[in-house]
């Protein structure tokens, strides 16, 4: 059985209904309280539901400030239900609209020229940017097509398996809860009861996730950059060897230059650290996935038989083959 | 192993045939699954890339179509709070709603992030919003002025301008020319984003703006201001009121260097001295 609401969130409840009245009466300063009071839970909102990185967590917020700071939005709430309620309905519509202002936004190719300084020397003017035309679809739109293919073809049973065990990402349709309700046994709202706890459960362990991918993408790209650069001087001086295969941490060789050694050892370093961070990641990312425990639950299967389900699924369900 | 186009972007990276995502996932060749990412770029784009397909799905779902819930919102609301009352009064109290409620996915939707909302420790639950974010708010709230324009560039690990959603506002992709900077970044920053570019458009006027990390904790912004009526005489750089820099403006270009984070503005003015743009900017450093 889910628990709901403590004193703490009637007392909130309280001041935002006291908040929202004086704005209605014209104290248009009142306006710091509310964010002081719901700043949380506007920077969580994408967080917590629709899985946003933390940098895009922040554009949502600044977003939401820009369309909720004359206060005129929140003057419409009718006290017909709770404060909170409302305004996370509100929150979901502005994060459509987010999304949509950002996808539908045109993407330009264009250049700056700058002097040594870095000072603006000219504008080459922008072009629509054809990679993100219908024509031509980059290649993340084709995994997530070829993603949805195979989901869909998949058996509802198998289908439904995959999305609980992750939940944090995938959420039921309703012919698939009714589906579970026609083969486990269990009514709607028992069903929807333990929907919301599972990705309670999914949420709590993702955590870690999301601050480990962030390390690692940032370790990841000084590689990257630093590979370019390293490939670049090979590149420029054929006549040295770039010896890669015998590249350490304290790698020595006269007849490369001393800040070129200094990149070598830099590189082998940041590759160390990302064995590190993807141990750290395969924990964090395994740690997405439901405990069998909890599908078994729902599935009134035994978790042993539900393991081997799941891994004939994930088997066969290979986005980029 | 041949040469093939990375996931993520366009960068050349070699192709590999390890089944990685199924190494990856299954708990007895997880192991190997990391010995072998760690050594393939290809293979560990691969596993990113399917943490972004399986986000994607969430919101292209929310992006589907124009179709409203078939429930109001307002209906929507009341089931879930009913619901959090004790489950069986969903049914009990609102028979047809909740009929509707069951048979389309995006009242259902709705319904399950009100329901969430009101568990007992999801707002214990929640992260503490990042300073830098409140400052915007507050700083904004404190504000008496109010500009046409407004951005905010967070120097904090890397260069970043935040709230790009503008719809008058264009973010030129990085280009090999624009690494042309001075900067006295530390060198475990070099691999950040230093520099940024953007520009704003309003009929034919255009202001581009490029931004350089130019210290730890500093900025320089160039300004290049195109097809502006003839009379544009000066280009100031105002905080907390006081004119802190002034350039000529006959070659349509500033330069403000070693700007430190705070709440600045940036005012065009013509021959009479007249404020023909004010565009606020803020610098973050959290």
């Given at each position: 059985m889910l628990k709901y609401k403590t004193e703490d969130a009637l007392d909130k409840e309280d001041q935002v209904k006291n908040i929202i009245k004086q704005l209605k009466e014209g104290n248009s300063e009142k306006i710091s309280e509310f964010f002081n009071l719901y700043s949380d839970d506007i920077y969580n909102f994408p967080i917590r539901f629709y899985q946003f990185n933390e940098d895009e967590a922040g554009d949502f917020y600044v977003y939401a400030f820009e369309h909720l700071e004359n206060g005129k939005r929140l003057k419409f709430y009718s006290e017909k239900s709770k404060?909170?309620?409302?305004?996370?309905?509100?929150?979901?519509?502005?994060?459509?609209?987010?999304?949509?202002?950002?996808?539908?936004?045109?993407?330009?190719?264009?250049?700056?020229?700058?002097?040594?300084?870095?000072?603006?020397?000219?504008?080459?003017?922008?072009?629509?940017?054809?990679?993100?035309?219908?024509?031509?679809?980059?290649?993340?739109?084709?995994?997530?097509?070829?993603?949805?293919?195979?989901?869909?073809?998949?058996?509802?049973?198998?289908?439904?398996?995959?999305?609980?065990?992750?939940?944090?990402?995938?959420?039921?349709?309703?012919?698939?809860?009714?589906?579970l309700q026609d083969n486990h046994g269990a009514n709607t709202e028992n069903i929807l009861t333990k929907l919301i706890e599972l990705k309670e459960i999914a949420h709590?362990?993702?955590?870690?996730?999301?601050?480990?991918?962030?390390?690692?993408?940032?370790?990841?790209?000084?590689?990257?950059?630093?590979?370019?650069?390293?490939?670049?001087?090979?590149?420029?001086?054929?006549?040295?060897?770039?010896?890669?295969?015998?590249?350490?941490?304290?790698?020595?060789?006269?007849?490369?230059?001393?800040?070129?050694?200094?990149?070598i050892h830099s590189l082998m370093k940041k590759k160390k650290k990302q064995i590190s961070l993807l141990e750290q990641?395969?924990?964090?990312?395994?740690?997405?996935?439901?405990?069998?425990?909890?599908?078994?639950?729902?599935?009134?299967?035994?978790?042993?038989?539900?393991s081997v389900q799941l891994h004939r699924i994930i088997e066969k369900f290979d986005v980029f083959k | 192993m041949k040469k093939h186009k990375n996931i993520q972007?366009?960068?050349?990276?070699?192709?590999?045939?390890?089944?990685?995502?199924?190494?990856?996932?299954?708990?007895?060749?997880?192991?190997?699954?990391?010995?072998?990412?760690?050594?393939?770029?290809?293979?560990?784009?691969?596993?990113?890339?399917?943490?972004?397909?399986?986000?994607?799905?969430?919101?292209?779902?929310?992006?589907?179509?124009?179709?409203?819930?078939?429930?109001?919102?307002?209906?929507?609301?009341?089931?879930?709070?009913?619901?959090?009352?004790?489950?069986?009064?969903?049914?009990?109290?609102?028979?047809?709603?909740?009929e509707i409620l069951f048979s389309d996915n995006k009242s259902l939707e709705l319904f399950q992030i009100i329901a969430a909302s009101l568990q007992k420790d999801f707002q214990k639950s929640l992260k503490k919003t990042p300073d830098y974010l409140k400052n915007i708010a507050f700083e904004r709230l404190k504000s008496e002025k109010t500009s046409s324009e407004r951005f905010y560039i967070k120097i904090k690990n890397g260069i970043k301008l935040i709230g790009e959603f503008a719809d008058n506002l264009f973010v030129i992709p990085q280009t090999a020319e624009a690494a042309a900077f001075r900067s006295a970044l530390p060198v475990e920053h070099e691999a950040l984003p230093s520099s940024l570019s953007f520009y704003t458009k309003n009929d034919k006027e255009r202001i581009l703006y490029h931004a350089v990390?130019?210290?730890?904790?500093?900025?320089?912004?160039?300004?290049?201001?195109?097809?502006?009526?003839?009379?544009?005489?000066?280009?100031?750089?105002?905080?907390?009121?006081?004119?802190?820099?002034?350039?000529?403006?006959?070659?349509?270009?500033?330069?403000?260097?070693?700007?430190?984070?705070?709440?600045?503005?940036?005012?065009?003015?013509?021959?009479?001295n007249n404020v023909i743009k004010d565009i606020e900017l803020n610098i973050l450093n959290s």
């Amino acid at each position: 059985m889910l628990k709901y609401k403590t004193e703490d969130a009637l007392d909130k409840e309280d001041q935002v209904k006291n908040i929202i009245k004086q704005l209605k009466e014209g104290n248009s300063e009142k306006i710091s309280e509310f964010f002081n009071l719901y700043s949380d839970d506007i920077y969580n909102f994408p967080i917590r539901f629709y899985q946003f990185n933390e940098d895009e967590a922040g554009d949502f917020y600044v977003y939401a400030f820009e369309h909720l700071e004359n206060g005129k939005r929140l003057k419409f709430y009718s006290e017909k239900s709770k404060f909170s309620t409302w305004f996370y309905s509100v929150l979901r519509n502005l994060t459509i609209d987010f999304l949509r202002a950002k996808k539908e936004k045109v993407k330009t190719v264009s250049t700056a020229r700058l002097d040594d300084n870095g000072h603006l020397q000219e504008f080459i003017d922008s072009i629509p940017d054809k990679r993100l035309s219908n024509e031509e679809p980059i290649k993340e739109k084709l995994f997530y097509k070829k993603f949805k293919e195979k989901l869909n073809n998949l058996e509802i049973s198998k289908r439904v398996l995959l999305k609980l065990a992750y939940i944090y990402y995938m959420d039921l349709t309703v012919e698939e809860i009714k589906w579970l309700q026609d083969n486990h046994g269990a009514n709607t709202e028992n069903i929807l009861t333990k929907l919301i706890e599972l990705k309670e459960i999914a949420h709590e362990k993702s955590k870690e996730v999301v601050f480990v991918e962030n390390k690692l993408t940032e370790n990841f790209q000084k590689i990257q950059k630093l590979q370019e650069k390293l490939d670049s001087f090979f590149k420029e001086n054929p006549s040295i060897k770039p010896d890669a295969k015998n590249w350490s941490a304290d790698y020595e060789n006269k007849d490369i230059p001393p800040e070129i050694i200094e990149q070598i050892h830099s590189l082998m370093k940041k590759k160390k650290k990302q064995i590190s961070l993807l141990e750290q990641q395969e924990k964090s990312l395994s740690s997405t996935r439901l405990p069998y425990k909890n599908l078994s639950e729902i599935l009134n299967t035994s978790q042993g038989v539900l393991s081997v389900q799941l891994h004939r699924i994930i088997e066969k369900f290979d986005v980029f083959k | 192993m041949k040469k093939h186009k990375n996931i993520q972007n366009n960068s050349i990276l070699k192709e590999c045939e390890f089944p990685i995502i199924k190494h990856f996932l299954l708990e007895k060749s997880k192991e190997s699954a990391l010995v072998h990412m760690s050594e393939c770029s290809y293979c560990l784009e691969k596993i990113t890339a399917l943490t972004g397909v399986l986000k994607e799905d969430n919101i292209e779902r929310l992006l589907a179509d124009d179709k409203k819930t078939a429930l109001s919102e307002d209906e929507i609301i009341k089931l879930a709070e009913a619901f959090a009352e004790n489950p069986s009064n969903l049914k009990d109290l609102h028979p047809e709603e909740s009929e509707i409620l069951f048979s389309d996915n995006k009242s259902l939707e709705l319904f399950q992030i009100i329901a969430a909302s009101l568990q007992k420790d999801f707002q214990k639950s929640l992260k503490k919003t990042p300073d830098y974010l409140k400052n915007i708010a507050f700083e904004r709230l404190k504000s008496e002025k109010t500009s046409s324009e407004r951005f905010y560039i967070k120097i904090k690990n890397g260069i970043k301008l935040i709230g790009e959603f503008a719809d008058n506002l264009f973010v030129i992709p990085q280009t090999a020319e624009a690494a042309a900077f001075r900067s006295a970044l530390p060198v475990e920053h070099e691999a950040l984003p230093s520099s940024l570019s953007f520009y704003t458009k309003n009929d034919k006027e255009r202001i581009l703006y490029h931004a350089v990390q130019d210290g730890p904790n500093t900025v320089m912004i160039s300004i290049k201001i195109q097809n502006f009526s003839p009379g544009l005489k000066t280009i100031n750089l105002r905080k907390e009121g006081r004119i802190l820099r002034s350039h000529s403006a006959k070659d349509d270009t500033a330069y403000f260097s070693r700007i430190s984070p705070g709440l600045y503005y940036i005012e065009l003015k013509d021959a009479q001295n007249n404020v023909i743009k004010d565009i606020e900017l803020n610098i973050l450093n959290s």
